[in-house]
């Protein structure tokens, strides 16, 4: 706990340096390199470069200052744990992984960080140690894995060129191939479709890993990486606009007949991160980091008050077995209920002004009526399993075997972290609007689109509220209802695309490592290498003495029959 509270102070400091040094450098519109150079040697020059703008600074100043937070709910939430150090210093490996991968833009250096976040993210997952958390974290690490495989493989391409830097050879290289490398890395790590399933499954790490993963460290980092080299994926990014499009209504809708709390909410991650591609793909990279800020604040208060209402329930994460959570945790229950309208994009809360940019953004632009129909659909799907959420917790009859056994601490750890992000849900969303767009932007669209997301808003707290009803799904005879909440529920199936497959790939492992690894490399690889040679020495050595043998007899007979 003590370890905790240091981290805490530290992190907190660092973030409010990296915002200040973040604003300096917008008002300049500035930036600097650091360059350090470990050895040179003839030609070769082995250094490392980091790249500072307002961009990294005010992203990185937002991640120290949830870790932060984060790390105050973590003395309390898990403070009879007995590996809390361990736990602590994972956390921090973490930030420190995010800080290589922001600041780099070097592909060595990124790949330090990225491959930080996947390794320290699969040691977070299976932190609990049972089979479930077993099978998450390997889902988790062998999809991200793919990521890395591409930045390997951009890495290979680039060898040529003298140097790593992106940026610095960035005339020269094939934006094609460049491109279509960085987008595959980044839809692998946001958890695009087809790489989704894993997202969910990371449910299995303790709430505060939860809090901080999916607010604005891992999942952020692909849509980070599409932001910092955009000049090279744009081409690219403009093609997944209905992939990114799909992913978020299919984790809207599947997020509204869900029953497990912290899935919903990871479900809900997945919807925005949806939402943040789909922008990039429009070439609208302020709001596209805009919205990636806000996320960051309001997901780390939905996962923690999701957490304290989890602790309190015993473990319970069912939310069909909750109710009355406002009388027992008002407090907790008001910052749940605050930050979910921020995900809804309530007016005058942080995720207003994103997500009211953002759809205004994309209606001034034309684009087919399927993806028009998606993005509205995805809004309404976001209000309908927010509103059904607030129902089953706060509206409903106490399920709990007794209200007695509930409360909140008013000094702890978990309380004052809530506090403090529940602030700058509020007020962050305009401060920040009014010192990132200096520039306003100016939208003129009519008043009937002005007023389809208020619209589609009310329509989805409609389906939220009839969705909580439990004998609307028992009245429902209908095969194909039964089998559409069925399609949504499992994320249209996409799970059996990455687990299904496992059996039959593991099967075929286990006939490569029988006939090539323990046969035919046993062999003739390491272990009979050296008796092959030996062989192959002895029959070319008689070999060669034959061939000498033939050539002495063939001159000897020459000799004695020239001498006759």
């Not at 932001?227 to 090279?232: A, K, M």
């Not at 939310?319 to 959570?325: F, K």
């Not at 005879?477 to 089998?483: E, H, T, Y």
């Given at each position: 706990m003590i370890?905790?509270?240091?981290?805490?102070i530290y992190f907190v400091l660092v973030s409010l340096m990296f915002y200040s040094l973040g604003a300096y450098?917008?008002?300049l519109d500035a930036s600097f390199y650091v360059e350090v150079s470990f050895m040179y040697?003839?030609?070769v020059n082995l250094s490392f470069v980091l790249f500072f703008d307002w961009t990294s600074m005010i992203f990185m100043s937002f991640v120290f200052f949830i870790s932060s937070v984060i790390m105050d709910y973590t003395g309390e939430y898990m403070g009879f744990e007995e590996n809390?150090?361990?736990?602590?210093?994972?956390m921090v490996m973490f930030v420190f992984s995010m800080f290589f991968m922001v600041f780099s833009v070097n592909l060595i250096s990124i790949l330090l960080g990225w491959d930080g976040l996947g390794l320290v993210s699969y040691a977070l997952v299976i932190y609990y140690q049972n089979i479930k958390s077993f099978n998450a974290g390997m889902l988790t690490a062998l999809l991200n894995r793919l990521g890395d495989a591409s930045l390997l493989i951009l890495i290979g391409l680039t060898m040529d060129l003298g140097s790593w830097n992106l940026i610095k050879y960035s005339e020269v290289l094939d934006l094609g191939s460049t491109g279509l490398f960085i987008v595959l890395a980044a839809i692998t790590k946001s958890a695009q479709i087809p790489f989704s399933s894993w997202l969910p499954a990371a449910m299995a790490a303790p709430t505060p890993v939860s809090s901080l993963v999916h607010s604005s460290t891992l999942v952020t980092a692909g849509v980070y990486l599409l932001?910092?080299?955009?000049?090279?994926s744009q081409g690219v990014v403009t093609q997944l606009s209905l992939l990114a499009l799909a992913t978020s209504l299919m984790a809207g809708l599947g997020a509204s007949w869900e029953y497990d709390l912290k899935k919903i909410v990871a479900l809900s991650t997945l919807s925005q991160l949806g939402f943040m591609i789909f922008l990039l793909s429009l070439g609208s990279l302020g709001p596209a980091f805009f919205h990636l800020l806000m996320h960051a604040l309001f997901k780390a208060l939905l996962f923690m008050c999701a957490g304290a209402i989890i602790h309190n329930q015993h473990g319970s994460q069912?939310?069909?077995?909750?109710?009355?959570?406002?009388?027992a945790m008002p407090f907790t229950s008001t910052c749940f209920i605050i930050s979910s309208s921020a995900l809804m994009g309530v007016p005058f809360l942080s995720g207003f002004y994103s997500k009211d940019l953002m759809a205004e953004v994309f209606s001034m632009k034309f684009y087919s009526m399927a993806e028009y129909s998606m993005f509205y659909m995805s809004i309404g799907a976001t209000v309908a399993y927010s509103v059904r959420l607030f129902l089953y917790l706060f509206w409903e009859f106490p399920r709990a075997p007794s209200l007695l056994s509930m409360g909140e601490e008013p000094c702890g750890g978990m309380f004052s972290g809530m506090l403090k992000l529940v602030v700058l849900v509020v007020f962050m969303g305009s401060s920040l609007s009014w010192l990132m767009f200096s520039t306003p932007y100016f939208i003129f669209l009519p008043p009937l689109m002005k007023l389809f997301t208020m619209a589609m808003i009310f329509i989805g707290g409609a389906c939220g509220l009839e969705l909580n009803v439990e004998k609307f799904f028992y009245a429902a005879?209908?095969?194909?209802?039964?089998?559409a909440s069925k399609f949504m529920s499992s994320m249209w199936n996409l799970p059996i695309l990455s687990s299904g497959l496992n059996p039959s790939s593991v099967s075929v492992g286990g006939i490569m490592w029988k006939s090539v690894d323990q046969g035919w490399l046993e062999f003739y690889g390491s272990k009979n290498l050296f008796g092959f040679m030996l062989k192959l020495l002895s029959f070319n050595h008689n070999l060669l003495l034959g061939k000498l043998g033939a050539c002495f007899v063939t001159l000897v007979c020459l000799s004695v029959y020239f001498y006759l």
């Open positions: 370890q905790a509270k240091i981290f805490s450098l917008m008002i040697f003839n030609s809390l150090p361990r736990f602590v210093y994972l932001l910092r080299f955009s000049s090279f069912d939310i069909r077995l909750m109710g009355g959570v406002l009388q005879k209908c095969v194909l209802f039964v089998g």
